[in-house]
């Protein structure tokens, strides 16, 4: 039986979490669950199919932890480029950067804006 021994940080994984997690993938596999102040250390045991057996747990403490979606992905090339993304450190992009390069272009933008939507009222024909 394969098993896979997980070393989780008390400060983003809560117990509530964990024990969600747990029963989301009870049907594929045993889980234990022991806490300590510092950290969580999670048991995972499957019959087969344990990498994917760990990812669905973490993917389901983070749904639970976070309240919002989080979503595998699975494509081969997706690791590599996400894997420099991270280690470069890229920031945030910024609201427009174009009107973070220069002002001017920000206030041209707005008059095509306003030139492209008059508020100007229909007319009846009498």
């Known amino acids: 039986m394969?098993?896979?021994?997980l070393?989780?940080?008390?400060a983003w994984y809560g117990r509530e979490a964990l024990a969600a997690a747990a029963a989301a993938v009870s049907g594929r596999?045993?889980?234990a669950v022991v806490s300590?102040?510092?950290?969580?250390?999670?048991t995972l045991s499957a019959a087969r199919g344990l990498d994917a057996l760990v990812g669905r747990f973490l993917d389901e403490?983070?749904?639970s932890q976070l309240r919002s979606e989080v979503v595998a992905?699975?494509?081969p090339a997706a690791a590599p480029v996400l894997?420099?993304?991270?280690?470069?450190?890229?920031?945030?992009?910024?609201k427009d950067p174009l009107e973070e390069m220069d002002p001017?272009?920000?206030?041209a933008r707005a008059d095509e804006t306003a030139a492209l939507e008059p508020k100007t009222p229909k007319r009846r024909k009498r």
Not at 2 to 5: I, P, Q, R, T, W
């Open 2 to 5: 394969k098993v896979a021994e």
């Open 7 to 10: 070393r989780l940080e008390t």
């Open 29 to 31: 596999g045993r889980v």
């Open 36 to 42: 300590t102040k510092a950290a969580h250390l999670v």
């Open 61 to 63: 403490a983070l749904n």
């Open 73 to 75: 992905l699975n494509r």
């Open 83 to 94: 894997g420099q993304v991270l280690a470069a450190g890229f920031t945030a992009v910024p």
């Open 104 to 107: 001017a272009v920000a206030k």
